[in-house]
């Protein structure tokens, strides 16, 4: 078969439905029949009744609602209960609606007919407001009420046909059929696109999953995405994760701990990252959440913490015990808590709720503790499924994240429950290290993408002041921690006090042999003046004595008259040489 | 005692009889403009009408193409109905009126099966 080849896009129409959009590309083919089945209480009336509502008032869609099952009165009831005045909107003409009514006990089919009569009522309604969009709820009604199936399918062919020609997005929902997608075969004649809606329990919790079974010239998410129906209507849980394309910031946040910045390049965390603290019960994962809650909020950030271990009023008390107080933060408007048993409802609802506070409180930080608590709600593939889908919305808005993990003694310590590694950006992971009777945190940095880290275990001391990290000792024993470190660091203590007093000792000796040796110098020197001075006084005294025979021997050649070698002057004058 | 209330029985079943041979029939037939099958119905209605139940019927046409806000408030999805408005109960013919059985059971006139 030679494939259509079309050069511009389908067209879609956007449903507004939150999350639906992203999964179909877009939203429902514009201009064709979409067909949405389901069993019964799956919620097809209502995703079909949001597609029109958010049509109206979103996208400037006028829609008509032919209801073939509920009556006028209690469909205003259910459009009220989503937050919309139909009455309102029927005044305002953006919505037109009729209720189709067919009661089979009046009915005698007397010969040939044709459905014109329904061609008439919804050509009507569509110009009574210039709509674009229609809702067909159920067709199938159709087919309970009257008995020729040949002349029922050949009319509905021509009905969405002219929907078609009309460029009228429809909606048509049915019922499932036990073979087939719709009890009356409905999907063969709707081609274009097929939304299929599962509601079930497992495990005593349910949930409605969406599939697009079916999307003509358009790429679509194969997945069964699970969906919940809230108060403001549907909502698909937003599958993000299909794409990686969220911008990343540089900035970087404190942990709320000096020393454990100082140990992730002196900076603490990047802004929007992802990260974990796994450790075994009481390693004090608890704790390094609130530090960072803290820190957070005394910059005035806003943070959202899900408790799903202990209330809000448990950990505020608690905390105090490690000089946090988180109360005044609650009061200011900075901290919010929200606690919930993990068990409460499904992972899907958790996650739509973690959603919706997430819309309301937009916060900069959040917490979830401990993210291994959600696992009890679902299966290992479904969480990360779930975890996945949340990190990635939460990476996309630049919110950090900080998770707590509670891995079981007797586990690997580096395998988290739901796999979700390859989700952090920075996993510290906190143990018991044991030894010597005693159990002592010990903390050490897993990994931390995109900064140079410390490849150094700290031991961790809980106190009235909060959280410090210490160095360990690595001994012949191993690392020691807790007293048998402190003992270490007073005998290196008196060590090095001996060490400083020997030096100091040391040192006095020196001076004072420094002391002998310039005295002795001072010796030397005067002895030494003593003897120049000796010196000079004789050579004075030969000097003299030197003149005074020159001056004889002078005279004794001048009394003998004896040559004189040089032609001295006679005159008297002074002589050359002395 | 049981032939008593037979008696009375038969009584009341012949009075009820004779007030349906009384009783006016209101009838709307609504058809879609001057198809062959608007047509067919129109005057299969008529004939029958007239076969049985001479003077004593009043039948209207409407064309829901015109009205079609009367399609709405009558509630017609097939064309042609012919709406038996009036003895109650009230029924819903439709299809081209050929199938003369069916339209006796469908006025009243002959029971269901």
Same mark, same amino acid.
């Given at each position: 078969?030679?494939?259509?080849?079309?050069?511009?896009?389908?067209?879609?129409?956007?449903?507004?439905?939150?999350?639906?959009?992203?999964?179909?590309?877009?939203?429902?083919?514009?201009?064709?029949?979409?067909?949405?089945?389901?069993?019964?209480?799956?919620?097809?009336?209502?995703?079909?009744?949001?597609?029109?509502?958010?049509?109206?008032?979103?996208?400037?869609?006028?829609?008509?609602?032919?209801?073939?099952? !509920?009556?006028?009165?209690?469909?205003? *009831?259910?459009?009220?209960?989503?937050?919309?005045?139909? @009455?309102?909107?029927?005044?305002?003409?953006?919505?037109?609606?009729?209720?189709?009514?067919?009661?089979?006990?009046?009915?005698?089919?007397?010969?040939?007919?044709?459905?014109?009569?329904?061609?008439?009522?919804?050509?009507?309604?569509?110009?009574?407001?210039?709509?674009?969009?229609?809702?067909?709820?159920?067709?199938?009604?159709?087919?309970?009420?009257?008995?020729?199936?040949?002349? %029922?399918?050949?009319?509905?062919?021509?009905?969405?046909?002219?929907?078609?020609?009309?460029?009228?997005?429809?909606?048509?929902?049915?019922?499932?059929?036990?073979?087939?997608?719709?009890?009356?075969?409905?999907?063969?004649?709707?081609?274009?696109?097929?939304?299929?809606?599962?509601?079930?329990?497992?495990?005593?919790?349910?949930?409605?999953?969406?599939?697009?079974?079916?999307?003509?010239?358009?790429?679509?998410?194969?997945?069964?995405?699970?969906? *919940?129906?809230?108060?403001?209507?549907?909502?698909?849980?937003?599958?993000?994760?299909?794409?990686?394309?969220?911008?990343?910031?540089?900035?970087?946040?404190?942990?709320?701990?000096?020393?454990?910045?100082?140990?992730?390049?002196?900076?603490?965390?990047?802004?929007?990252?992802?990260?974990?603290?796994?450790?075994?019960?009481?390693?004090?994962?608890?704790?390094?959440?609130?530090?960072?809650?803290?820190?957070?909020?005394?910059?005035?950030?806003?943070?959202?913490?899900?408790?799903?271990?202990?209330?809000?009023?448990?950990?505020?008390?608690?905390?105090?015990?490690?000089?946090?107080?988180?109360?005044?933060?609650?009061?200011?408007?900075?901290?919010?808590?929200?606690?919930?048993?993990?068990?409460?409802?499904? %992972?899907?609802?958790? %996650?739509?709720?973690?959603?919706?506070?997430?819309?309301?409180?937009?916060?900069?930080?959040?917490?979830?503790?401990?993210?291994? @608590?959600?696992?009890?709600?679902?299966?290992?593939?479904?969480?990360?499924?779930?975890?996945?889908?949340?990190?990635?919305?939460?990476?996309?808005?630049?919110?950090?994240? *900080?998770?707590?993990?509670?891995?079981?003694?007797?586990?690997?310590?580096?395998?988290?429950?739901?796999?979700?590694?390859?989700?952090?950006?920075?996993?510290?992971?906190?143990?018991?290290? !044991?030894?010597?009777?005693?159990?002592?945190?010990?903390?050490?940095?897993?990994?931390?993408?995109?900064?140079?880290?410390?490849?150094?275990?700290?031991?961790?001391?809980?106190?009235?002041?909060?959280?410090?990290?210490?160095?360990?000792?690595?001994?012949?024993?191993?690392?020691?921690?807790?007293?048998?470190?402190?003992?270490?660091?007073?005998?290196?203590?008196?060590?090095?006090?001996?060490?400083?007093?020997?030096?100091?000792?040391?040192?006095?000796?020196?001076?004072?042999?420094?002391?002998?040796?310039?005295?002795?110098?001072?010796?030397?020197?005067?002895?030494?003046?003593?003897?120049?001075?000796?010196?000079?006084?004789?050579?004075?005294?030969?000097?003299?004595?030197? @003149?005074?025979?020159?001056?004889?021997?002078?005279?004794?050649?001048?009394?003998?008259?004896?040559?004189?070698?040089?032609?001295?002057?006679?005159?008297?004058?002074?002589?050359?040489?002395? | 005692?049981?032939?008593?209330?037979?008696?009375?029985?038969?009584?009341?079943?012949?009075?009820?009889?004779?007030?349906?041979?009384?009783?006016?029939?209101?009838?709307?037939?609504?058809?879609?403009?001057?198809?062959?099958?608007?047509?067919?119905?129109?005057?299969?209605?008529?004939?029958?009408?007239?076969?049985?139940?001479?003077?004593?019927?009043?039948?209207?046409?409407?064309?829901?193409?015109?009205?079609?806000?009367?399609?709405?408030?009558?509630?017609?999805?097939?064309?042609?109905?012919?709406?038996?408005?009036?003895?109650?109960?009230?029924?819903?013919?439709?299809?081209?009126?050929?199938?003369?059985?069916?339209?006796?059971?469908?006025?009243?006139?002959?029971?269901?099966?």
């Amino acid at each position: 078969m030679a494939k259509k080849q079309t050069d511009s896009r389908l067209e879609k129409c956007p449903t507004g439905i939150r999350g639906f959009d992203e999964i179909s590309d877009g939203g429902l083919p514009k201009g064709r029949p979409t067909l949405i089945c389901g069993n019964a209480g799956c919620g097809k009336t209502i995703l079909a009744m949001e597609f029109l509502l958010r049509g109206a008032i979103q996208f400037q869609e006028p829609g008509v609602f032919i209801s073939f099952e !509920e009556p006028p009165k209690d469909l205003a *009831l259910n459009f009220s209960s989503m937050g919309y005045d139909l @009455n309102d909107l029927i005044a305002r003409k953006l919505i037109a609606m009729d209720h189709i009514y067919i009661e089979r006990s009046e009915i005698e089919e007397t010969g040939e007919y044709d459905l014109e009569g329904l061609f008439i009522r919804l050509a009507y309604a569509i110009d009574s407001i210039k709509a674009k969009r229609i809702v067909l709820d159920t067709v199938e009604s159709l087919f309970s009420g009257l008995t020729n199936v040949g002349i %029922l399918r050949a009319e509905l062919r021509r009905l969405f046909a002219w929907f078609k020609d009309r460029g009228i997005t429809a909606v048509i929902t049915g019922e499932s059929g036990e073979k087939t997608l719709t009890r009356y075969g409905l999907e063969e004649y709707v081609a274009d696109c097929v939304i299929l809606l599962d509601f079930r329990v497992r495990e005593q919790i349910s949930t409605r999953r969406l599939r697009i079974i079916k999307y003509r010239g358009s790429s679509h998410g194969a997945d069964e995405y699970p969906f *919940l129906i809230e108060k403001t209507g549907i909502s698909i849980l937003p599958v993000t994760s299909l794409g990686l394309e969220h911008t990343v910031s540089n900035e970087r946040i404190s942990s709320g701990i000096p020393r454990l910045d100082s140990m992730l390049a002196g900076k603490g965390f990047y802004r929007g990252s992802t990260i974990l603290i796994s450790g075994t019960a009481g390693t004090g994962k608890t704790s390094f959440a609130n530090k960072f809650v803290e820190s957070a909020c005394r910059r005035g950030e806003r943070c959202l913490y899900l408790a799903f271990e202990e209330s809000a009023d448990q950990i505020m008390r608690n905390m105090k015990s490690i000089g946090t107080d988180l109360a005044p933060w609650v009061k200011k408007g900075k901290l919010k808590f929200h606690a919930s048993r993990p068990s409460l409802y499904g %992972l899907e609802m958790h %996650l739509v709720t973690i959603h919706n506070l997430i819309a309301a409180f937009k916060p900069q930080i959040i917490i979830v503790d401990p993210v291994s @608590n959600l696992t009890a709600v679902g299966s290992s593939i479904e969480v990360k499924s779930v975890l996945t889908r949340l990190f990635d919305y939460l990476k996309a808005s630049h919110v950090t994240t *900080l998770l707590t993990d509670l891995v079981h003694f007797g586990n690997n310590l580096e395998t988290t429950n739901e796999e979700i590694s390859s989700l952090i950006d920075t996993w510290i992971l906190l143990r018991n290290i !044991e030894i010597n009777g005693e159990r002592n945190r010990g903390l050490f940095i897993l990994k931390s993408r995109g900064m140079p880290h410390s490849n150094q275990i700290r031991e961790v001391v809980l106190s009235d002041r909060g959280i410090d990290l210490v160095d360990v000792y690595l001994g012949s024993g191993g690392v020691l921690t807790g007293s048998a470190r402190a003992a270490q660091e007073a005998k290196e203590k008196a060590e090095a006090r001996d060490y400083q007093s020997e030096a100091d000792r040391r040192m006095r000796q020196q001076e004072q042999k420094r002391k002998i040796l310039e005295a002795k110098i001072a010796a030397l020197h005067a002895e030494f003046d003593m003897e120049s001075e000796e010196i000079r006084i004789m050579a004075t005294e030969e000097k003299k004595k030197r @003149n005074g025979l020159t001056a004889e021997r002078d005279e004794m050649t001048r009394l003998r008259k004896a040559d004189s070698k040089t032609d001295l002057p006679r005159d008297g004058r002074k002589r050359k040489m002395k | 005692m049981t032939g008593k209330k037979t008696k009375a029985n038969e009584q009341e079943i012949l009075k009820a009889i004779d007030k349906v041979k009384e009783e006016k029939y209101i009838l709307r037939l609504y058809v879609t403009g001057v198809t062959p099958r608007s047509t067919k119905a129109i005057l299969n209605v008529k004939k029958l009408c007239e076969e049985y139940l001479q003077g004593q019927y009043e039948l209207q046409v409407i064309d829901i193409y015109q009205q079609p806000k009367l399609a709405q408030g009558e509630q017609i999805i097939a064309a042609p109905t012919l709406i038996k408005k009036l003895p109650l109960p009230l029924r819903r013919l439709i299809g081209d009126m050929s199938d003369t059985e069916r339209f006796l059971v469908g006025m009243d006139l002959k029971p269901r099966k």
